[in-house]
Nanobody
Framework: QVQLVESGGGLVHAGGSLRLSCAASTTIYIFTNMAWYRQTPGKQRERVAT???????NYTDSVKGRFTISKDYAKNTVYLQMNSLKPEDTAVYFC???????????????WGQGTQVTVSS
């Protein structure tokens, strides 16, 4: 069973930085896409940043220019570097991985348990 484990969350002042890590229990080569989501109470989970197998990246508008998603294949880890943090970035951040297996009509999706990020004003 594939596991994703996030770390790196915490409390930071507005304008500060954090780097989230998502360590996979297997090689991340198996994932077609990986992403970071975030969720606040009472709201739907929001995709923040995506990185494809070919290392193409995409960001939601509110974090463009501030957040960077990257992968380290040697460490089987995906990162989210968050700079110029704002109070509205406060949320639980989740790591997600999508695996497509040849011949299957549906992908397998994996989630981490989440890590809390709190940005104080």
């Amino acid at each position: 069973q594939v596991q994703l484990v996030e770390s790196g969350g915490g409390l930071v002042h507005a304008g500060g930085s954090l780097r989230l890590s998502c360590a996979a229990s297997t090689t991340i080569y198996i994932f077609t896409n990986m992403a970071w989501y975030r969720q606040t109470p009472g709201k739907q989970r929001e995709r923040v940043a995506t990185i494809t197998k070919g290392d193409s990246t995409n960001y939601t508008d509110s974090v463009k220019g501030r957040f960077t998603i990257s992968k380290d294949y040697a460490k089987n880890t995906v990162y989210l570097q968050m700079n110029s943090l704002k109070p509205e970035d406060t949320a639980v951040y989740f790591c997600w991985g999508e695996q497509w297996i040849l011949g299957n009509t549906k992908s397998s999706e994996y989630w981490g348990q989440g890590t809390q990020v709190t940005v104080s004003s």
